[in-house]
């Protein structure tokens, strides 16, 4: 069963960086499809960026791909999530999620953390 634990979150103001980061279970980035999901209050959720066994990433917008980055190091189990440039609409649940599929790019994700708080003020 994949372990997903979410750390990093906190508060700061718009303009500024913070890196989640998502310790897994052994083997997990190695094997699986990896994302970040996150879920701004009284909205639902959004994938923000995925990573596949290869390192090859995909962002869910334009704005994200130029604001964040998605990494993985499989020597430490964990994904992380650079995120640079908040603005207030960032604020959010951040959560990792992990899926066995062979098409990283067609993934459904079936493991989830318990999420990590981002809140960024202007």
């Known amino acids: 069963q994949v372990r997903l634990v979410e750390s990093g979150g906190g508060s700061v103001q718009a303009g500024g960086s913070l890196r989640l980061s998502c310790k897994a279970s052994d083997y997990t980035t190695r094997d699986y499809c990896m994302a970040w999901f996150r879920q701004p209050p009284g909205k639902e959720r959004e994938e923000v960026a995925r990573?596949?066994?290869?390192?090859?990433?995909?962002y869910a917008a334009p704005s994200l791909k130029a604001r964040f980055t998605i990494s993985k190091d499989d020597s430490k189990n964990t994904l992380y999530l650079q995120m640079n440039s908040l603005q207030p609409e960032d604020t959010a649940m951040y959560y990792c999620?992990?899926?066995?599929?062979?098409?990283?790019?067609?993934?459904?994700?079936?493991?989830w953390g318990q999420g990590t708080q981002v809140t960024v003020s202007s």
């Open positions: 990573i596949n066994v290869v390192g090859r990433t995909a």
């Open positions: 999620a992990a899926s066995a599929a062979l098409s990283c790019s067609k993934a459904q994700f079936t493991s």
